[in-house]
């Protein structure tokens, strides 16, 4: 047992706490340092997942629950209930880990010179929240006990609450409650999935027992240990044969549902939430427009991403019965978000707004991948999340740049910045081609996949018209590079403008914030077995395989 | 011929209840709302000695019970008037109606 | 029972009894010119009495005698009250302004020594008595905590709103007495003095007029639903300090008295009475939180909350120890868990009100919190940290108590006849959690975002600054290290369990009131 993934998490935590004691002017260096800390521990984790061989398969684990890096210990326990300090990492995990560490450090970079900066206000609590923010998210893609990753998952609402609310624009109170409100919303139903798993595993665990006679069972996927009482692992959740026999019996219900049918929903509606889907995702636009932009960034990077993150390790492994009753109708949720962020989007005059609403239509794609059940769409829907965790920030670093300078985001305003920032302009280019979804940067694969992804799920039953599903979804590509291509004629082409002439090119800091992402836009679009595909395909597979088996199972 | 009986205690007591309730919603003045409070108080007591009586407890309970609720009655009598009379100090009334700056 | 045995037994109360009796007299001397002194001697006072309490630890066995019997859940009350006293002695420190600081303290000390006796009481008539020692003090505590007419209103308003449910309860307890033939709450030496009808194992009519009395008798106590009306009035006129107290005490005093009632039919409630406490439960926490979100007046914001936290206590209740132990299961364990932070937590928001002053007095509405953050950021956080655990948020204790009343409701096995009816109550106020977050969190966002030209200026002394210190504190270590509490919560219900376990040996069954028939094993 190693403690890198405890490092990873709690370094952040160190540098908050070091932020605490060391001088005002000090405490930027301090938390750019921490977060760079994290990242390099972080890519540390690399070897782990290379060297598994050609092909797939080999990378990560020949079973779904074969994990790395694991740590456990028990946190608080009962009579008959453990919550563990349960970290682990694999397929799932790995590139979401990578992925937050890399956006929390490119973050923390644009945070160095924020306007409250100047008047010397405040600086020393953002940054202590900001890297409280990176631990709860780090913790949320490592902690595979249900307990410990709520805790994550609520804790990090605090920070982001308090770096929206406080440094946010001039609607920051309304935009901070009401992220809040919706994230707390959803998370009380998963507070009642939590509770209610737990009871319900402990019932078939009770019975099997008494059954059998024994006084335990095994578990199912760690070797020579068994089982006395309910249990919060993700993992054994899944996995346990006992358990989800129970979990997606028909005969089992909770409030006379079908408890499968019932608790996917309860959590497919915390997690659709922070993906977000239509028709929870009104909350989005208005935080993302009164975050400040470093606030943004891990917004559109990573925030997003634990909502589709949870799709993954909850709501399909453990109840696989209910993503086959759901899958048509949550189909065809991610088709209309695909298609109304898109309107939306292209209805923005706020240049900020239109990188929002773009989120809500790039993770209408993540929704439909996972929601066809197909090898395609789980594998595009995982790339789209880190195409879309590399190109969103970007795209709203580059409002920012420009918001630095105009201080204000109107598009129509615009004109000509490619040839007054002439730097800026071709950086700005590749984030936003990559947000289009170019052949040959990141954006592309991901929506090629979950479109085939949703082409292979024709002959499954569940999902009628999937065909036409995935011309709806390919159709839309359309409309992105509509609102993109005509986004960037009204900002970055046409004639100069008198008022911007004076605007100095992208800074040292800028680019170095800028380039990697576009860097990694590029090498996603071009070597997507090597930089994604390799590291998830085998978790994902094994996942899929074993929710298709739990679902041809039971009848 | 009539015998009375428990059930008829009890009804009395059920209507000084009702009658010291109404009282309380009426009255508009304190020492009023007062006087129907020991009302529903002493129907309280009407009760327990009835049930002590028609129940025959050789510890007699209920009725040591009405003695203790007839002390309190008078100790809570002193306290209203104290705070009446900080009222009127306050108010210079001890009409109810008039202390409404509470929005209630 | 010898009487010295009696007497070191109560020797808590009996401590808080001569404290609060000396510092009455102190007050009138020269000492009390002395700012800290009265309250110093009242801290005093109260730490003497939890150290005899925990030195003394948990009663092995129970101890009854003379319409008392000192149990677990004597053990925990008093501990617990006492703990909170003394933060909130902390907070009062400087109030009131007059000259009239001995009497304040010592009714206090003589409020909470009614929350003690509440614990103690197994007689029907002691346990009426403990709860208008409650009360009474309170009276006068509101008219004297400060010089404002709104303060004299608060208390006549609070003081016939509480006689009046005094007398209610009375009366309801009369009605007991008549159904059971004694006062006696539980019968010690095995079983309850059953009120049930032993034909049809139901109560009786007379019984359950007697009942429902009772219940709302102490409704009113705890501020619940439709008998909630005083709160906010009584809330917003009292000064800040004091009102942390009249959240806590009355309500624990409550509670404890409830809990005593439900077990006295060994939880065994006709299914009326459960829907009735369900839908009381159900409206008190929704009526609460939604009215909240309407309140402009952070005191009358933080009265409605107290009203849900009702809400939330009473589906705890309702749940009872009947599904098993430990706070997990026992929804008595988490009702004591859960009254216990609400305590700290709720001072520590009134607490955080009575640290900011403007030109004319406290901070009255949401805008007056305005910009306070920077003023005081340490104050502030303490405030969010409070607030947080109101709503029952990670990483505080307050979302520890709602996890075990959530867990509590889902225990029961699904063939129990209410368990739907309980899941659904707990799914409501989880509900309930995210409307609260709307005007919580506005609180948290006047301190933090809100601007003000001329925001509220720090007052108070260190000492409630110390007590706010202390709440806060006390939400994050309890959310890390539950078990200390949820432990004693769990301990403190064994005397429940058992009397729930031995509901069906009936000491005395008949309620035929015509021609009595009366076969009472003597106690």
Same mark, same amino acid.
């Given at each position: 047992?190693?403690?890198?993934?405890?490092?990873?998490?709690?370094?952040?935590?160190?540098?908050?706490?070091?932020?605490?004691?060391?001088?005002?002017?000090?405490?930027?260096?301090?938390?750019?340092?921490?977060?760079?800390?994290?990242?390099?521990?972080?890519?540390?984790?690399?070897?782990?997942?290379?060297?598994?061989?050609?092909?797939?398969?080999?990378?990560?684990?020949?079973?779904?629950?074969?994990?790395?890096?694991?740590?456990?210990?028990?946190?608080?326990?009962?009579?008959?209930?453990?919550?563990?300090?349960?970290?682990?990492?694999?397929?799932?995990?790995?590139?979401?880990?990578?992925?937050?560490?890399?956006?929390?450090?490119?973050?923390?970079?644009?945070?160095?010179?924020?306007?409250?900066?100047?008047?010397?206000?405040?600086?020393?609590?953002?940054?202590?929240?900001?890297?409280?923010?990176?631990?709860?998210?780090?913790?949320?893609?490592?902690?595979?006990?249900?307990?410990?990753?709520?805790?994550?998952?609520?804790?990090?609402?605090?920070?982001?609450?308090?770096?929206?609310?406080?440094?946010?624009?001039?609607?920051?109170?309304?935009?901070?409650?009401?992220?809040?409100?919706?994230?707390?919303?959803?998370?009380?139903?998963?507070?009642?999935?939590?509770?209610?798993?737990?009871?319900?595993?402990?019932?078939?665990?009770?019975?099997?027992?008494?059954?059998?006679?024994?006084?335990?069972?095994?578990?199912?996927?760690?070797?020579?240990?068994?089982?006395?009482?309910?249990?919060?692992?993700?993992?054994?959740?899944?996995?346990?044969?006992?358990?989800?026999?129970?979990?997606?019996?028909?005969?089992?219900?909770?409030?006379?549902?079908?408890?499968?049918?019932?608790?996917?929903?309860?959590?497919?509606?915390?997690?659709?939430?922070?993906?977000?889907?239509?028709?929870?995702?009104?909350?989005?636009?208005?935080?993302?427009?009164?975050?400040?932009?470093?606030?943004?960034?891990?917004?559109?990077?990573?925030?997003?991403?634990?909502?589709?993150?949870?799709?993954?390790?909850?709501?399909?492994?453990?109840?696989?019965?209910?993503?086959?009753?759901?899958?048509?109708?949550?189909?065809?949720?991610?088709?209309?978000?695909?298609?109304?962020?898109?309107?939306?989007?292209?209805?923005?005059?706020?240049?900020?707004?239109?990188?929002?609403?773009?989120?809500?239509?790039?993770?209408?794609?993540?929704?439909?991948?996972?929601?066809?059940?197909?090898?395609?769409?789980?594998?595009?829907?995982?790339?789209?999340?880190?195409?879309?965790?590399?190109?969103?920030?970007?795209?709203?670093?580059?409002?920012?740049?420009?918001?630095?300078?105009?201080?204000?985001?109107?598009?129509?305003?615009?004109?000509?910045?490619?040839?007054?920032?002439?730097?800026?302009?071709?950086?700005?280019?590749?984030?936003?081609?990559?947000?289009?979804?170019?052949?040959?940067?990141?954006?592309?694969?991901?929506?090629?996949?979950?479109?085939?992804?949703?082409?292979?799920?024709?002959?499954?039953?569940?999902?009628?018209?999937?065909?036409?599903?995935?011309?709806?979804?390919?159709?839309?590509?359309?409309?992105?590079?509509?609102?993109?291509?005509?986004?960037?004629?009204?900002?970055?082409?046409?004639?100069?403008?008198?008022?911007?002439?004076?605007?100095?090119?992208?800074?040292?800091?800028?680019?170095?914030?800028?380039?990697?992402?576009?860097?990694?836009?590029?090498?996603?679009?071009?070597?997507?077995?090597?930089?994604?595909?390799?590291?998830?395909?085998?978790?994902?597979?094994?996942?899929?395989?074993?929710?298709?088996?739990?679902?041809?199972?039971?009848? | 011929?009539?015998?009375?009986?428990?059930?008829?205690?009890?009804?009395?007591?059920?209507?000084?209840?009702?009658?010291?309730?109404?009282?309380?919603?009426?009255?508009?003045? %304190?020492? &009023? =709302?007062? /006087?129907? @409070?020991?009302?529903? $108080?002493?129907?309280?007591? +009407?009760?327990?000695?009835?049930?002590?009586?028609?129940?025959?407890?050789?510890?007699?309970?209920?009725?040591?019970?009405?003695?203790?609720?007839?002390?309190?009655?008078?100790?809570?009598?002193?306290? %209203?008037? &104290? =705070?009446? /009379?900080? @009222?009127?100090?306050? $108010?210079?009334?001890?009409? +109810?109606?008039?202390?409404?700056?509470?929005?209630? | 029972?010898?009487?010295?045995?009696?007497?070191?037994?109560?020797?808590?109360?009996?401590?808080?009894?001569?404290?609060?009796?000396?510092?009455?007299?102190?007050?009138?001397?020269?000492?009390?010119?002395?700012?800290?002194?009265?309250?110093?001697?009242?801290?005093?006072?109260?730490?003497?009495?939890?150290?005899?309490?925990?030195?003394?630890?948990?009663?092995?066995?129970?101890?009854?005698?003379?319409?008392?019997?000192?149990?677990?859940?004597?053990?925990?009350?008093?501990?617990?009250?006492?703990?909170?006293?003394?933060?909130?002695?902390?907070?009062?420190?400087?109030?009131?302004?007059?000259?009239?600081?001995?009497?304040?303290?010592?009714?206090?000390?003589?409020?909470?020594?009614?929350?003690?006796?509440?614990?103690?009481?197994?007689?029907?008539?002691?346990?009426?008595?403990?709860?208008?020692?409650?009360?009474?003090?309170?009276?006068?505590?509101?008219?004297?905590?400060?010089?404002?007419?709104?303060?004299?209103?608060?208390?006549?308003?609070?003081?016939?709103?509480?006689?009046?449910?005094?007398?209610?309860?009375?009366?309801?307890?009369?009605?007991?007495?008549?159904?059971?033939?004694?006062?006696?709450?539980?019968?010690?030496?095995?079983?309850?003095?059953?009120?049930?009808?032993?034909?049809?194992?139901?109560?009786?009519?007379?019984?359950?007029?007697?009942?429902?009395?009772?219940?709302?008798?102490?409704?009113?106590?705890?501020?619940?639903?439709?008998?909630?009306?005083?709160?906010?009035?009584?809330?917003?006129?009292?000064?800040?300090?004091?009102?942390?107290?009249?959240?806590?005490?009355?309500?624990?005093?409550?509670?404890?008295?409830?809990?005593?009632?439900?077990?006295?039919?060994?939880?065994?409630?006709?299914?009326?009475?459960?829907?009735?406490?369900?839908?009381?439960?159900?409206?008190?926490?929704?009526?609460?939180?939604?009215?909240?979100?309407?309140?402009?007046?952070?005191?009358?914001?933080?009265?409605?909350?107290?009203?849900?936290?009702?809400?939330?206590?009473?589906?705890?209740?309702?749940?009872?120890?009947?599904?098993?132990?430990?706070?997990?299961?026992?929804?008595?364990?988490?009702?004591?868990?859960?009254?216990?932070?609400?305590?700290?937590?709720?001072?520590?928001?009134?607490?955080?009100?009575?640290?900011?002053?403007?030109?004319?007095?406290?901070?009255?509405?949401?805008?007056?919190?305005?910009?306070?953050?920077?003023?005081?950021?340490?104050?502030?956080?303490?405030?969010?940290?409070?607030?947080?655990?109101?709503?029952?948020?990670?990483?505080?204790?307050?979302?520890?108590?709602?996890?075990?009343?959530?867990?509590?409701?889902?225990?029961?096995?699904?063939?129990?006849?209410?368990?739907?009816?309980?899941?659904?109550?707990?799914?409501?106020?989880?509900?309930?959690?995210?409307?609260?977050?709307?005007?919580?969190?506005?609180?948290?966002?006047?301190?933090?975002?809100?601007?003000?030209?001329?925001?509220?200026?720090?007052?108070?002394?260190?000492?409630?600054?110390?007590?706010?210190?202390?709440?806060?504190?006390?939400?994050?270590?309890?959310?890390?290290?539950?078990?200390?509490?949820?432990?004693?919560?769990?301990?403190?219900?064994?005397?429940?369990?058992?009397?729930?376990?031995?509901?069906?040996?009936?000491?005395?069954?008949?309620?035929?009131?015509?021609?009595?028939?009366?076969?009472?094993?003597?106690?």
């Amino acid at each position: 047992m190693d403690h890198l993934l405890s490092w990873i998490i709690f370094v952040p935590t160190l540098g908050a706490i070091l932020c605490l004691f060391v001088p005002k002017r000090q405490v930027r260096v301090v938390a750019v340092t921490a977060s760079l800390a994290a990242l390099i521990l972080s890519l540390l984790l690399f070897p782990t997942f290379l060297g598994g061989g050609e092909g797939a398969a080999g990378y990560s684990g020949s079973h779904y629950g074969e994990l790395h890096h694991v740590e456990r210990h028990e946190w608080i326990t009962g009579s008959n209930l453990a919550i563990e300090y349960f970290l682990g990492i694999d397929g799932l995990g790995f590139p979401l880990l990578i992925l937050t560490t890399l956006v929390a450090f490119l973050a923390c970079l644009a945070s160095w010179n924020m306007e409250s900066w100047k008047v010397g206000k405040g600086i020393r609590a953002y940054f202590v929240l900001f890297l409280l923010l990176e631990t709860g998210m780090l913790g949320v893609f490592v902690s595979l006990d249900f307990f410990l990753f709520y805790i994550f998952w609520e804790v990090m609402l605090l920070p982001m609450y308090f770096l929206i609310g406080v440094w946010g624009g001039e609607r920051r109170e309304y935009a901070a409650i009401k992220f809040f409100l919706f994230t707390l919303g959803g998370s009380v139903l998963m507070l009642v999935a939590l509770v209610a798993m737990y009871f319900y595993s402990d019932g078939a665990l009770a019975s099997e027992m008494q059954r059998t006679g024994a006084d335990a069972v095994a578990s199912g996927y760690r070797d020579g240990v068994a089982l006395t009482h309910g249990t919060f692992d993700l993992i054994e959740l899944a996995t346990n044969k006992v358990i989800q026999g129970h979990f997606n019996a028909a005969s089992t219900v909770f409030l006379g549902l079908k408890f499968s049918t019932c608790m996917f929903m309860f959590l497919f509606i915390g997690f659709a939430i922070k993906l977000p889907v239509v028709p929870f995702h009104t909350w989005l636009p208005d935080a993302h427009v009164q975050a400040p932009t470093p606030v943004s960034m891990i917004l559109a990077g990573v925030l997003l991403k634990m909502g589709g993150y949870g799709f993954l390790r909850l709501c399909y492994p453990i109840f696989p019965t209910g993503g086959e009753t759901w899958a048509f109708l949550l189909a065809v949720i991610g088709i209309v978000s695909i298609l109304y962020g898109a309107l939306c989007a292209m209805a923005q005059t706020d240049f900020k707004k239109l990188v929002a609403y773009s989120s809500v239509s790039h993770m209408g794609y993540v929704l439909l991948g996972i929601a066809v059940m197909t090898e395609a769409g789980f594998q595009g829907a995982m790339f789209q999340m880190i195409a879309h965790g590399i190109s969103s920030p970007m795209c709203f670093f580059l409002v920012g740049v420009v918001y630095d300078r105009a201080h204000h985001r109107e598009i129509n305003r615009f004109g000509g910045l490619w040839m007054t920032m002439p730097r800026y302009g071709t950086l700005a280019t590749i984030g936003f081609f990559a947000s289009l979804g170019l052949p040959g940067l990141c954006g592309f694969i991901g929506e090629v996949w979950v479109i085939l992804g949703t082409f292979a799920a024709k002959d499954n039953p569940a999902m009628p018209w999937a065909p036409t599903m995935a011309v709806l979804a390919a159709s839309a590509v359309v409309l992105t590079a509509g609102y993109i291509l005509w986004l960037i004629r009204r900002v970055y082409l046409g004639r100069e403008r008198e008022e911007y002439q004076s605007f100095p090119d992208v800074s040292a800091r800028e680019t170095m914030i800028l380039v990697p992402m576009a860097v990694l836009s590029i090498a996603l679009g071009i070597f997507p077995m090597q930089t994604v595909f390799n590291f998830t395909n085998g978790t994902l597979d094994n996942m899929l395989r074993h929710v298709v088996q739990v679902i041809g199972l039971v009848p | 011929m009539l015998t009375i009986g428990l059930t008829h205690y009890l009804i009395v007591a059920a209507v000084l209840f009702c009658t010291g309730l109404f009282t309380m919603i009426t009255k508009r003045n %304190a020492i &009023g =709302i007062l /006087i129907g @409070v020991e009302l529903v $108080l002493n129907s309280a007591n +009407v009760n327990l000695v009835a049930f002590d009586r028609y129940l025959g407890s050789e510890r007699m309970d209920g009725q040591i019970v009405a003695l203790f609720a007839i002390v309190l009655a008078a100790a809570e009598a002193a306290l %209203a008037v &104290g =705070i009446c /009379i900080n @009222v009127y100090k306050n $108010l210079a009334t001890i009409d +109810v109606d008039s202390a409404s700056q509470l929005q209630g | 029972m010898p009487a010295s045995n009696l007497l070191t037994q109560l020797l808590p109360e009996l401590i808080l009894l001569v404290g609060a009796c000396g510092l009455l007299f102190l007050g009138a001397t020269r000492l009390a010119a002395s700012r800290s002194f009265l309250p110093f001697a009242g801290v005093l006072v109260l730490v003497a009495a939890l150290v005899v309490t925990i030195r003394r630890g948990e009663p092995d066995g129970s101890f009854a005698a003379m319409g008392l019997w000192i149990s677990s859940l004597t053990h925990y009350v008093r501990w617990v009250a006492l703990s909170v006293g003394i933060l909130i002695l902390l907070v009062n420190w400087y109030l009131p302004v007059q000259e009239e600081r001995g009497e304040f303290v010592a009714l206090i000390l003589l409020s909470l020594l009614g929350v003690l006796l509440t614990a103690s009481a197994n007689d029907w008539l002691v346990l009426f008595f403990a709860i208008e020692l409650v009360s009474i003090p309170t009276y006068i505590l509101i008219a004297l905590s400060r010089l404002d007419q709104r303060a004299a209103e608060a208390s006549v308003k609070y003081f016939f709103l509480g006689a009046l449910s005094a007398a209610i309860l009375a009366f309801g307890l009369s009605f007991l007495y008549g159904a059971s033939g004694t006062t006696q709450i539980q019968h010690i030496a095995g079983g309850v003095i059953s009120l049930t009808l032993p034909s049809t194992g139901e109560l009786g009519s007379i019984a359950m007029i007697g009942f429902l009395f009772v219940l709302a008798g102490l409704a009113f106590k705890v501020a619940a639903v439709p008998f909630h009306v005083y709160a906010p009035d009584v809330y917003e006129g009292a000064a800040a300090p004091i009102t942390g107290m009249l959240g806590f005490v009355p309500k624990l005093a409550g509670f404890v008295a409830l809990i005593k009632l439900f077990a006295a039919i060994g939880w065994n409630l006709p299914i009326e009475i459960k829907w009735l406490v369900w839908i009381l439960a159900a409206v008190t926490m929704t009526a609460g939180n939604v009215i909240a979100l309407l309140q402009d007046n952070v005191k009358r914001m933080l009265a409605y909350s107290s009203i849900a936290h009702t809400g939330y206590m009473l589906v705890a209740l309702l749940i009872g120890p009947v599904a098993g132990e430990g706070p997990m299961h026992d929804g008595v364990a988490a009702l004591l868990f859960y009254i216990a932070v609400y305590g700290a937590m709720n001072l520590g928001a009134f607490a955080m009100i009575a640290s900011f002053g403007r030109k004319h007095g406290e901070l009255e509405t949401l805008d007056d919190m305005n910009g306070i953050a920077s003023q005081a950021p340490a104050v502030a956080l303490a405030l969010a940290i409070c607030v947080f655990s109101l709503m029952g948020f990670p990483p505080t204790a307050g979302f520890i108590g709602k996890l075990y009343i959530l867990t509590a409701a889902f225990s029961f096995s699904a063939d129990h006849a209410f368990a739907q009816p309980l899941l659904v109550l707990a799914i409501v106020a989880v509900v309930n959690t995210v409307i609260s977050a709307g005007y919580y969190l506005r609180i948290v966002a006047a301190a933090y975002v809100g601007k003000s030209s001329t925001p509220a200026n720090p007052t108070g002394g260190f000492t409630l600054r110390w007590g706010l210190a202390v709440c806060s504190l006390a939400m994050l270590v309890l959310f890390v290290w539950p078990r200390g509490l949820a432990g004693q919560a769990s301990r403190a219900t064994a005397a429940i369990h058992d009397s729930v376990s031995a509901a069906h040996t009936v000491v005395r069954v008949d309620t035929d009131f015509g021609n009595a028939q009366v076969d009472r094993t003597s106690p």
